[in-house]
């Protein structure tokens, strides 16, 4: 998949290529110093990226050097630097970067500084040592040797102004803990070529693993890869060489350049990749954010650690926002949101990311679009039936919203909605069970195929129900439906009837894990005889609702919706005891 990826990004020229990348180039915190070429400081600004927009100040003056500068000033690796003390963490005489507190701390020496300089002055020592030799002296025949001259000079501007920042009249803050970069102005390509002298012979993971094919060395490329002897596993030892893949110099530079674009995205935060093989497009969203337009390629995953790690990869066979089908969220039970009375109960959806929205606030109170991929243990939800089905579907539902495959997304949705819909009856949230239980109902009606509308006769049930029990003379009940809604309306007033809150998950569970009705009529019969004593307000209701349940068989194995419906929707037995407290509010 890799592969494919890279071949739509190195389908680019080379310079569309580069201004792709710092395009969306964004610059490390901290404060930024650029040095003319007589030695007077042109420019001091301090970047910070905004982490939760994922923007920085692109207006601040030269931003565009710094970026360009920036980019070809970078180790690829803390573990690759030219300087071995790790203290100095640019690659090139046209750069100095360090970290503020280096200097304050007195970590940066005079010593160290010098050692800098004579990495650079003289590359090919340190490439001996590496065993990349050759590469370099190739290299070399092709940009030239290292400007000794400019070296010295910009050398010299370090070690007179780098301990006295501070003195030097600048709008920078040097208590930050971040980074100073020091830039010294030259032309772009000399930038560019220097870049070139660090990262050609380090582009490799480690030399131990080139070879040599007809004149052209093959190496294993660095990303994401940290092969070494702490990894074994990543060896393939029944072949000479034992590396998992091998790339000449432009592979393994596109490689780079590719995930160095992939970086930007993931600085932005922006994690969600689309490689479109059709358009050769590469784009890059937020956790809620959709592609404007269809896709049909490849999916990947990113997350910034010391580099950018692709940590999920999927085929995108096609996927478009808009859907075909449009999504209808109906308030089936016709229930009210009086705590939140602009909520939208029905609602027509033509985008993924509408019904996403839906998902995500009914479902998992808003915690489902931030953690698709986080870590368990970084998932903070305290009702523990919320964070199980969350765990359970987010990976599935991801691939449905965001990539089109809706391969089993029925039997998912039917399962985690129903112990959503429990969880929220047992903790006497009924406004939010409602909620969910319109959006589960909705949900499976979209799923089924010419499906038959299970919940608009919710309403008319209540209804129907409200007469029977106020009837004078006996109305058996006429339907399985009819008589589930009935077990959830009587389990309900049972519930109210006890005294003690912290007890009423444990009288709720039962009816709502009942497999049987022979379970259900128990659990009634038990109920009424103990709570009997304590039925005055609407007696006769409550005899004729109990009468009418214990005469009723059904033919249907429980239907758990209607028995929910029953729960949540107002409740016939308490009609007048909720009036008197309305008026008496």
Same mark, same amino acid.
């Given at each position: ?5 890279? =071949? ?6 080379? =310079? ?11 610059? !490390? ?41 920036? /980019? ?12 071995? #003390? ?7 005489? $046209? ?81 930050? !803990? ?13 930038? *560019? ?40 596993? +990543? ?25 160095? /674009?992939?970086?930007?995205? #993931?600085?932005?935060? !922006? ?8 358009? !050769? ?63 939208? $109960? ?12 839906? &998902? ?42 965001? +990539? ?31 909620? *969910? ?34 009837? =004078? ?61 304590? &039925? ?28 929910? #419906? ?20």
């Amino acid at each position: 998949m890799l592969g494919e990826c890279l =071949e739509v990004f190195g389908s680019y020229t080379e =310079e569309e290529r580069e201004r792709r990348i710092l395009d969306h180039y964004i610059p !490390k915190d901290g404060s930024y110093i650029l040095v003319g070429k007589n030695g007077e400081v042109i420019s001091a600004t301090d970047f910070k990226l905004d982490k939760k927009t994922g923007e920085i100040n692109k207006s601040a003056v030269h931003f565009n050097e710094f970026c360009y500068y920036d /980019y070809y000033s970078d180790l690829i690796s803390m573990n690759k630097p030219q300087d071995t #003390a790790k203290i100095i963490h640019s690659n090139n005489y $046209f750069s100095f970067w360090v970290k503020k507190e280096s200097i304050l701390n007195g970590k940066l020496t005079p010593e160290i500084i010098d050692g800098y300089y004579e990495v650079l002055e003289h590359p090919e020592k340190k490439c001996e040592k590496t065993k990349s030799l050759s590469i370099y002296e190739k290299l070399e025949e092709e940009i030239g040797q290292v400007d000794t001259e400019v070296l010295q000079k910009n050398k010299k501007w370090i070690q007179e102004h780098i301990f006295i920042v501070d003195n030097l009249g600048l709008d920078i803050d040097m208590g930050k !803990k971040d980074y100073l970069k020091i830039f010294f102005e030259a032309e772009r390509e000399e930038y *560019q070529r220097e870049g070139k002298r660090y990262f050609i012979p380090n582009i490799y993971n480690s030399n131990q693993y080139n070879i040599t094919v007809n004149d052209e060395t093959l190496g294993l490329p660095d990303n994401n890869q940290g092969m070494n002897a702490k990894k074994p596993f +990543l060896s393939i030892k029944t072949r000479k060489s034992i590396a998992p893949y091998l790339l000449n110099k432009d592979d393994v530079i596109l490689q780079k350049q590719f995930f160095d /674009y992939l970086m930007n995205f #993931a600085m932005a935060g !922006k994690y969600n990749v689309y490689v479109d093989m059709e358009k !050769k497009n590469i784009t890059a969203y937020k956790n809620d954010e959709y592609p404007p337009d269809s896709v049909t390629g490849y999916y990947l995953r990113i997350q910034k650690g010391k580099e950018v790690e692709i940590r999920d990869q999927d085929v995108v066979p096609f996927f478009d926002n808009h859907i075909k089908k449009p999504f209808l969220y109906e308030n089936k039970l016709k229930v009210e949101d009086e705590k939140n009375p602009e909520y939208e $109960f029905g609602k027509i959806c033509t985008t993924y990311k509408e019904i996403e929205e839906l &998902i995500n606030d009914v479902f998992f109170s808003k915690m489902l679009i931030n953690h698709y991929f986080s870590e368990e243990a970084d998932i903070k939800i305290t009702e523990e039936s919320v964070r199980r089905m969350l765990l359970l579907s987010r990976r599935k539902l991801f691939g449905w919203l965001h +990539l089109g495959n809706a391969a089993g997304m029925r039997g998912l949705l039917d399962q985690i909605s129903r112990e959503l819909i429990k969880s929220s009856i047992s903790n006497e949230y009924m406004v939010k069970a409602a909620k *969910q239980l319109n959006l589960r109902l909705s949900l499976m009606q979209y799923f089924t195929e010419g499906g038959e509308d299970m919940a608009d006769f919710s309403v008319e049930l209540r209804e129907n129900l409200k007469t029977k029990i106020h009837s =004078e003379e006996y109305i058996g009940l006429e339907s399985d439906r009819e008589y589930y809604f009935a077990v959830g309306q009587l389990a309900r007033y049972f519930i109210y009837l006890n005294k003690t809150a912290k007890k009423k998950q444990s009288l709720i569970n039962p009816f709502l894990n009942a497999g049987t009705d022979k379970k259900l009529k128990d659990l009634v019969g038990k109920y009424f005889k103990k709570y009997n004593y304590a &039925i005055s307000m609407g007696a006769k209701r409550v005899s004729r609702l109990y009468g009418m349940i214990e005469g009723y068989e059904p033919q249907e194995p429980v239907l758990q919706d209607m028995i929910s #419906a029953g729960f949540v929707i107002d409740n016939l037995l308490l009609e007048r005891k909720e009036k008197e407290e309305k008026e008496n509010e």
